[in-house]
């Protein structure tokens, strides 16, 4: 298809540039007349999707899997022991350990083989029974909403293992995309006034840039909450009044389009007229996503809004909801900041995890119930992810070490299974053993919810290898 | 179960058409008309197609070859014959391999093909797990029926050609020029035109004509000095009656020293430059300093250094020119790769990049395996890996600063001779093939040349460095520089405080009298250390006065530090409250008793072992491979290298060899005209193909080699081309626009959206407001906002990028091989809002408005269309402009006067900063 074509075929079906990059498009076109020709994705999904945007909700540092979503009990009964004084003294088998990379041997992300007891209770919640620990009541009320995936596994035993969820690729190979960027490549607009893939929160640790060979494009706008100034170059820097602006807007527009007589069929005049169009809406519009005063006293206490312990994370999600509601694709809320992520519990992690969960549990069953009372939690699929688990035994005398052998994720809605559990560790939460799964496996099963098949998103020159592309979960799809 | 209508997947096609006729009017007034109807056929032929299937038999061509040669053929095609099997051809697949006939035509059950794709049994599976995707069901099913249909296939099937034959591999030999004869022979400018009309030949393509002069001066100056002309240099052009204007005006340019400036980004880009980044404050990747390498690339640019030599000098500099700081800058190429925390990282990055950039392949694929597309076996990887083996960085001293933190040359240069390089088994760092150490070495496949190391003794300087004559005069003077520093605050001191005779004050009298102490002391020691280094270059171990001299003044300077101690303590004690005493009481005993030990150290005669600190003249770049919290341990210079490195330079830059000049003249056509001749700039492989102009690639690369390598010949070559000179619009020529939409035959000029770079450069220039100061340190984050210099000079890594920049897809510093040219709204954004367009619009019309006080808004509309755009209004782009300014000016109060005039020509400036031209290069 010649890029005129298809921006006329994009235009047509209303879908607009904002997340497809023209220009990027274009400068690939030597590719789309060669035999056997690639072509860049026309914005549609491959096959019909169940889900048309994601909240991906990332805490940073790694959150304990046995503290959280996969209670373990016999961390308690046998605290105290070394692993090989328990009947688990196979975990430690150094084949099964082999899978670990090292970026450089570090003080953290060691084995530590004292075994450390659950540091909160843990009961069986929803019809479905699903045991979650006592830190995350609300998400806990939702148990019979979620698909939990108790059997992640990954390979940086370091923060490295942030950027690894991300693209799916361990930082020694090199940077790579991030599924973010994969989802706005791939996907046309629902909204042409607002950006398709957007950032909120902190991610000082890893790799700021999404779309990596993908293009810039790709890359998550950062929002902030903050309605005089949510989005970079969003308020002028020169006083201008309305008026000025409109009639300015005005001139740009007809200038452009006189342009495109003289030079018919440069597809760039056209995207560069919609572009300023968009960037006039958006102007308008993201202001609006975080301004909540038309959001019910209500609504705004279901998120935590009234508490000052989750308020920041509530108004984060709650505009998450307002992207949503408008069709954004695809939303990336970081949790935690300060050195590698606020979970990162080497120490104290009682005191850590409770203080965190606290400011996450509330505003997390908010948007929960709040998508789902809406209706929109059938098409919109919510994460729940860190980068790793937490080692069964102590580091010091009260924290848990970084452990990549097995850990936890939740997902919820976008057609996924409610209440099941899937995948399992063994009995000290040490190994993945049941229905092992990599990273890249969630991206899979992402992809395939929103109606993306990513062998089918590929790009000249980028080789991807099976393990990028990972596998969906077959299981806990409805 | 969406209630959203927009959702285009969920439109029934009966609506895509509705909404075909019903939207974007607008946009699709720019198409010719025929584009719908295309549509409708190709709907058409695909439904057509999908009907068909159910009836007709599978089809070989389209449907099982591609697949083979997906999953396939690189274990059993041309590049490898695993057991012996080929699967290129249906003759291939009877034939068979080791274990018999892989294909049976008519017995699907019978054919071990169908059965090694089909097994679930991972052991037996083909594609071997992890080598590629399994068969689908559906694929299988469809192999079956292929077979079952007796496997029909064309009758002059043929095998894959020898991998070896590719283009790019095979040995660059100069084309014979075609001999076109164009209706217009103004359509051959030089032999660039030749080949391009004669490939438009033959398929009745006609170029556009020259763009308008005013549009080619506007080219020019953006393209080859990254700026737009001055008024005067404009009207000067567009009045030069001379024939060879145009040509007289690309070697003034290319002589311009902002010429090397603009260039030097576009090698950046490619090579990968960075400023040095980190977490917090630790430095984790590449260099501090590493703007000495960025300053290299523009004087060498403005020098016209070849290009073979650059990268000599990138690769080798510390083996070839040991002695010459100037050189040695280049290896910041090298340099920049350096990581903190893992040396396969580190490895990996500098062995893609060698490959992608100078090469123009993908050695980073055969990491793990044999390469699946192109003759590198995995060992090619490992051999590369050794000629990079030894090298670590340093920061060697520059003149007049001896604190490296402050300033340094970041280089390379060979550290650990004889560190074995192992092949990762599935390139696991954690599986080493320990069973012999891999060679240094070039990719086998490449013959032209034997590839011979020779160990390079390297002078006394290189491993000395503070022999270097400006080492210990920087020292000297900084201790120096350090002593009258004290010298003034100690005079400051006394004049302030010298009349006072209460206890305090005096104590601070005392210290500042402390510091000049030891500034003094410290200029002593330094001194002797000096003395002694030198003589101990001369004479060896015998230099003992010098030594004893040197021992005894470092322990001189260690009493003046400790009574400067002493002094600041007691100075503690007497501000201190009341229970702070105590402690203090305690402390100063400590630090007297100190004293006192020190003194008597001092007073001794130094032991014939004693030493002392000698001066710096470099610094090795710590790595903490070992350890994360702790510097790995330092080691002496080598006083030879190895010499790989070298031998790797003169590979690459050999004339023989047959991708780098290819590489880099495809490079060269991309950035000047937006599309490279060969698809994918980093890898001219096989996976790319061969592409059409490989000729015209082959001419270019061999004007370059035979040209001295020198860039500005080719630059010269490529401007002064028809080619590049044509016009971008496909007005008049529908045409040729409908045989050839995608410019493949080059009959127009695409338009380029300008860098980042380009577009804030510009406007600054046009403010009047861009400062000409060339090279040194970047411009720091914090600081860009008010800067007016080049946009090449920000600080730019993988940390911190500028946000204006980066919204114009400013270079990725991990890779950036081809700058993208996105267009969207955070752009306009940035251009409606920012403060660089908000601060240039008033003053870009301030200075239009001094220019011609007098003018009227059709004159200044004219004027800035110019300046800004570097074409005059048509009547209709001037009467909207100028019914704006009437609009602004009424509707600005107080009521039209002079400010609202300004005001009201300042936002036609800023709406043409928003034109869509005034970020193209048409």
Same mark, same amino acid.
Do not use: V
């Given at each position: 298809m010649n890029p005129l074509n298809r921006r006329t075929f994009l235009a047509d079906l209303g879908m607009g540039f904002t997340g497809l990059a023209l220009g990027s498009l274009l400068q690939r076109?030597?590719?789309?007349?060669?035999?056997g020709a690639w072509r860049p994705p026309?914005?549609?999904?491959h096959f019909a999707p169940k889900a048309r945007s994601v909240i991906w909700l990332f805490m940073n540092g790694g959150v304990s899997h046995m503290e959280s979503f996969d209670p373990k009990p016999m961390l308690t009964k046998y605290a105290g022991k070394t692993i090989a004084e328990t009947?688990?003294?196979?975990?430690?088998d150094p084949k099964k350990l082999a899978l670990e990379r090292l970026v450089v041997p570090d003080a953290n992300g060691n084995q530590r083989n004292t075994l450390y007891p659950l540091q909160v209770g843990f009961r069986r919640h929803g019809q479905s029974g699903i045991e979650i620990s006592d830190w995350f009541p609300h998400i806990a009320h939702h148990a019979d909403k979620l698909a939990v995936v108790r059997s992640m596994w990954t390979t940086d035993?370091?923060?490295?293992a942030q950027t690894q969820f991300h693209s799916?690729?361990?930082?020694n190979d090199g940077d790579f995309p991030n599924l973010g960027a994969w989802v706005h490549y791939g996907l046309g607009s629902l909204?042409?006034?607002?950006?398709q893939f957007i950032s909120i929160g902190?991610?000082?640790?890893?790799?700021?840039?999404?779309?990596h060979y993908l293009g810039p494009a790709h890359d998550a706008v950062p929002l902030r909450?903050?309605?005089?100034?949510?989005?970079?170059?969003?308020?002028?820097?020169r006083a201008l009044s309305a008026d000025e602006q409109r009639t300015g807007l005005g001139l740009i527009r007809r200038l452009n389009e006189l342009r495109g007589i003289e030079?018919?069929?440069?597809?760039a005049v056209a995207a560069r007229i919609a572009a300023y169009e968009l960037a006039y809406r958006m102007q308008t519009s993201v202001p609006d996503i975080v301004?909540?005063?038309?959001?019910?006293a209500e609504t705004r206490a279901l998120y935590g809004m009234d508490l000052p312990h989750c308020r920041e994370f509530g108004t984060q999600l709650l505009a998450a909801r307002r992207l949503v509601e408008r069709g954004v694709r695809f939303i990336q809320i970081q949790h935690g900041g300060g050195g590698a992520g606020a979970?990162?519990?080497?120490?104290?992690l009682k005191a850590n995890h409770e203080g965190l969960s606290r400011a996450v549990d509330q505003p997390i069953g908010g948007l929960l119930t709040d998508l789902d009372r809406r209706g929109l939690l059938d098409e919109t699929l919510v994460v729940f992810a860190t980068e790793f688990g937490r080692t069964p035994g102590s580091q010091g005398s009260d924290g848990r070490d970084h452990h990549i052998f097995g850990f936890s994720v939740w997902m919820a809605g976008g057609g996924l299974k409610r209440g099941v559990v899937h995948g399992s560790t063994d009995e000290i939460g040490f190994h993945a053993s049941q229905d092992r799964h990599y990273v890249t496996d969630i991206h899979a099963t992402i992809l395939h919810q929103l109606?993306?098949?990513?062998?089918?998103?590929e790009i000249p020159g980028r080789k991807r290898l099976d393990i990028d592309h990972g596998r969906p979960i077959h299981a806990i799809l409805a | 179960m969406f209630h959203s209508a927009t959702n285009p997947s969920t439109l029934p096609p009966s609506r895509h058409i509705l909404s075909t006729a019903s939207r974007n009017d607008m946009a699709r007034?720019?198409?010719?008309?025929s584009r719908p109807a295309t549509r409708w056929l190709a709907l058409a032929i695909l439904l057509i197609a999908a009907l068909s299937r159910a009836h007709a038999s599978v089809d070989y061509s389209t449907q099982i070859r591609p697949l083979l040669q997906e999953r396939?053929?690189?274990?059993?095609g041309a590049l490898q014959q695993k057991?012996?099997?080929?699967?290129?051809?249906v003759e291939l697949m009877r034939r068979g391999g080791k274990s018999g006939p892989a294909l049976v035509p008519g017995k699907p059950d019978a054919s071990p093909i169908l059965e090694r794709v089909a097994t679930v049994d991972p052991e037996d599976r083909m594609p071997p797990e992890h080598e590629g995707q399994p068969y689908s069901p559906a694929q299988v099913a469809q192999l079956r029926e292929w077979i079952a249909a007796?496997?029909?296939?064309?009758?002059?099937e043929r095998p894959e +050609? $020898? &991998?070896?034959?590719h283009w790019a591999f095979r040995p660059r030999t100069r084309p014979e020029v075609p001999r076109p004869s164009p +209706? $217009? &022979?103004?359509?051959?400018?030089?032999p660039i035109d030749a080949f391009l009309e004669h490939a438009r030949e033959s398929r009745q393509l006609t170029p556009q004509p020259e763009a308008p002069r005013a549009l080619l001066i506007r080219r020019l100056y953006l393209d080859l000095i990254g700026l737009p002309p001055t008024e005067t240099e404009r009207t000067a052009l567009l009045a030069?009656?001379?024939?060879d204007w145009y040509e007289r005006l690309v070697d003034r340019l290319l002589e311009d020293p902002r010429h090397g400036e603009r260039w030097a980004r576009h090698w950046m880009d490619i090579w990968r430059y960075s400023d040095p980044w980190g977490l917090g404050e630790q430095h984790r990747n590449s260099q501090k300093h590493l703007w000495h390498w960025r300053d290299w690339i523009v004087e060498s640019l403005n020098r016209d250094l070849p290009y073979d030599e650059m990268l000599r000098l990138m690769l080798a500099a510390d083996e070839l020119?040991?002695?010459d700081p100037d050189r040695l800058r280049a290896t910041g190429f090298l340099a920049?790769?350096?990581?903190?925390?893992?040396r396969n990282q580190w490895m990996d990055e500098t062995i893609e990049h060698v490959g992608?950039?100078?090469?123009?392949?993908?050695?980073?694929?055969?990491?793990?395996?044999?390469?699946k597309y192109d003759p590198?076996?995995?060992?090619d990887y490992y051999r590369l890996r050794a000629v990079f083996e030894p090298y670590h960085a340093r920061l060697d001293v520059l003149p007049g600063e001896p604190d490296l933190d402050r300033d340094g040359l970041p280089r390379v240069y060979d550290?650990?001779?004889?560190t074995p390089t192992w092949r990762f088994v599935?390139?696991?760092?954690?599986?080493?093939?320990?069973s012999a150490p891999m060679s240094p070495g070039v990719?086998?496949?490449?013959?032209?040349?034997p590839f011979e190391v020779h160990p390079v003794p390297l002078p006394p300087e290189a491993w000395q460095?503070?022999?270097?004559?400006?080492v210990f005069e920087a020292h000297l003077r900084a201790a120096s520089n350090r002593m009258e520093a004290a010298r003034v605050r100690r005079n400051d001191t006394r004049a302030r405080l010298?009349?006072?005779?209460?206890?305090e004050p005096q104590v601070e009298l005392r210290i500042a009298e402390s510091q000049l102490a030891v500034a003094k002391l410290d200029l002593v020691a330094v001194t002797r250390r000096a003395a002694a280094q030198r003589e101990q270059w001369h004479?060896?171990?015998?230099?003992?006065s010098s030594r004893r001299d040197a021992v005894i003044a470092e322990r001189q300077l260690a009493v003046g530090r400790q009574q400067l101690t002493l002094d600041e303590t007691e100075l503690r004690l007497l501000r201190a409250a009341a229970d702070k005493k105590d402690s203090l009481s305690k402390d100063l005993a400590a630090a007297r008793a100190k004293l006192a030990d020190l003194t008597q150290t001092a007073a001794a005669e130094p032991g014939p072992d004693a030493t002392f600190t000698p001066l710096s003249g470099a610094a090795w770049t710590a790595?903490?491979?070992?350890?994360?919290t702790k510097d790995d341990p330092a080691s002496e210079f080598p006083r030879?290298?190895?010499g790989r490195r070298t031998a790797l330079a003169r590979w690459i830059t050999?004339?023989?060899?047959?991708?780098t000049a290819r590489v880099a003249v495809n490079h060269l056509w991309n950035r000047h005209l937006?599309?490279?001749?060969?698809?994918v700039v980093f890898d001219l492989g096989r996976?790319?193909?061969?592409?059409?102009r490989a000729a015209l690639i082959d001419w270019l690369a061999s004007e370059l080699v035979d040209h001295g390598w020198s860039l500005r010949h080719l630059h010269r070559l490529i401007v002064t081309s028809a080619a590049y000179r044509?016009?971008?619009?496909?007005r008049d020529a529908a045409d040729t626009a409908a045989r050839d939409p995608d410019n493949q035959f080059w009959w127009r000029r695409t338009p380029l959206r300008l860098e980042g770079q380009v577009v804030r450069d510009a406007i600054l220039a046009l403010a009047g407001d861009l400062e000409s100061q060339r090279g040194g340190p970047p411009v720091a984050p914090s600081a860009q906002e008010g800067s007016h210099r080049r946009s090449l000079y920000f600080y730019h890594s993988n940390n911190d990028r500028n946000l204006f920049l980066t919204t114009f897809d400013e270079a990725l510093v991990k890779e950036c091989y081809r700058r993208e040219q996105s267009i969207v709204p955070q752009q306009s954004l940035a251009l409606l809002n920012s403060r660089l367009v908000g601060d240039a619009a008033p003053r870009i019309a301030t200075r239009l408005i001094a220019q011609t006080?007098?003018?009227?808004d059709d004159a200044f509309i004219r004027q800035a269309f110019r300046e800004l755009l570097g074409t005059d209004p048509s009547e209709a782009e001037l009467t909207e402009c100028r019914q704006s300014i009437e609009q602004w000016r009424q509707g600005i109060?107080?009521?039209?006067n002079n400010s609202s005039n300004d005001r009201a020509r300042s936002n036609l400036i800023w709406a043409l900063l928003n034109h869509g031209d005034f970020v193209t290069l048409r």
């Open positions: 076109d030597a590719h789309a007349s060669a035999p026309d914005g549609q999904p009947p688990f003294a196979d975990t430690q035993s370091n923060h490295g799916g690729r361990h930082q909204n042409e006034n607002l950006p902190t991610r000082e640790y890893w790799n700021k840039r999404d779309g909450i903050d309605p005089a100034n949510p989005l970079d170059f969003s308020r002028p820097e030079y018919p069929g440069d597809p301004d909540f005063s038309r959001e019910s979970w990162d519990a080497h120490s104290g109606g993306l098949d990513s062998r089918r998103l | 007034a720019f198409l010719p008309c396939c053929f690189s274990c059993h057991s012996n099997l080929r699967l290129d051809t007796g496997a029909p296939a064309p009758s002059d +050609p $020898d &991998p070896r034959d +209706p $217009d &022979p103004t359509r051959l400018c030089n030069d009656p001379t024939p020119h040991p002695n920049r790769n350096y990581f903190l925390f893992n992608k950039g100078l090469l123009g392949i993908t050695l980073n694929c055969a990491k793990c395996h044999d390469h590198f076996p995995q060992t550290r650990t001779l004889d599935r390139g696991q760092e954690n599986a080493p093939d320990k990719p086998s496949l490449f013959t032209f040349a460095p503070e022999r270097r004559p400006w010298g009349a006072i005779t209460n206890a004479e060896g171990a015998k230099t003992q790595t903490r491979f070992l350890d994360s030879t290298s190895t050999d004339p023989r060899n047959p991708l937006g599309a490279p001749l060969a698809p996976k790319s193909g061969t592409p059409p044509m016009d971008s619009t496909t006080p007098a003018a009227t109060t107080p009521a039209p």
